[in-house]
């Protein structure tokens, strides 16, 4: 029967050969097309970025963006982020029952006071702390950090003191340890001012 009617047999292979192979190539067009679309739009970005950054590498913008940070770190007012608030509230209370004495003292200057009014709050709301609050001024001995956890033996940190050290590391927040009597009542002493360690 294929050989009686081979003419017409060929034809409708070539016609369907023919036909699949426009139908593969119409897809594939539209697949390149979108892939070439694609590419031509990450040219454009490309360019852009490097027009932005003066033709920078991206290790020396990551540098310039490092160094800007660190330059708004040291004129922005400190504060306690949310979520330092909320670890050191988790981590400084007491064991249930007991209080603690602490005193917060804050230089009176820059952004001392507010940092020292965050503080308070938290030893507040973490509870079993009975705070006292106090403003200085003519600082000598200035922690460089800004913050002074004050201990009569930095040696031998009573149970209070190391809470509130361990607290503060665990929300990297850094800190100087110096010697310095208790006040009545109290087992330890903060002291923020204007931090010198630029």
Same mark, same amino acid.
């Given at each position: 029967?294929?050989?009686?009617?081979?003419?017409?047999?060929?034809?409708?292979?070539?016609?369907?050969?023919?036909?699949?192979?426009? @139908?593969?190539?119409?897809?594939?067009?539209?697949? @390149?097309?979108?892939?070439?679309?694609?590419?031509?739009?990450?040219?454009?970005?490309?360019?852009?970025?490097?027009?932005?950054?003066?033709?920078?590498?991206?290790?020396?913008?990551?540098?310039?963006?490092?160094?800007?940070?660190?330059?708004?770190?040291?004129?922005?007012?400190?504060?306690?982020?949310?979520?330092?608030?909320?670890?050191?509230? =988790?981590?400084? =209370?007491?064991?249930?029952?007991?209080?603690?004495?602490?005193?917060?003292?804050?230089?009176?200057?820059?952004?001392?006071?507010?940092?020292?009014?965050?503080?308070?709050?938290?030893?507040?709301?973490?509870?079993?702390?009975?705070?006292?609050?106090?403003?200085?001024?003519?600082?000598?001995?200035?922690?460089?950090?800004?913050?002074?956890?004050? @201990?009569?033996?930095?040696?031998?940190?009573?149970?209070?003191?190391?809470?509130?050290?361990?607290?503060?590391?665990?929300?990297?927040?850094?800190?100087?340890?110096?010697?310095?009597?208790?006040?009545?009542?109290?087992?330890?002493?903060?002291?923020?001012?204007?931090? @010198?360690?630029?």
């Amino acid at each position: 029967m294929i050989r009686a009617n081979f003419p017409l047999f060929a034809v409708i292979v070539v016609l369907m050969i023919c036909a699949f192979w426009f @139908i593969f190539n119409w897809s594939y067009g539209i697949i @390149i097309s979108s892939k070439n679309s694609q590419i031509e739009l990450q040219d454009r970005q490309l360019a852009d970025y490097k027009q932005k950054l003066d033709g920078a590498s991206p290790d020396q913008a990551k540098a310039r963006i490092d160094a800007l940070e660190t330059r708004l770190a040291l004129v922005e007012p400190r504060r306690l982020t949310t979520s330092q608030r909320a670890g050191l509230i =988790a981590r400084l =209370a007491p064991p249930a029952g007991e209080f603690r004495g602490i005193s917060i003292a804050s230089e009176a200057s820059g952004d001392s006071p507010q940092l020292g009014a965050d503080f308070a709050s938290v030893f507040r709301a973490a509870g079993g702390w009975n705070i006292t609050e106090a403003g200085v001024m003519g600082l000598g001995n200035r922690p460089p950090s800004g913050i002074a956890v004050q @201990i009569p033996d930095p040696n031998n940190p009573s149970r209070a003191a190391k809470i509130v050290m361990n607290s503060f590391r665990s929300q990297n927040i850094r800190f100087d340890v110096q010697q310095a009597p208790n006040m009545p009542g109290m087992e330890l002493s903060l002291l923020i001012c204007t931090k @010198i360690d630029r």
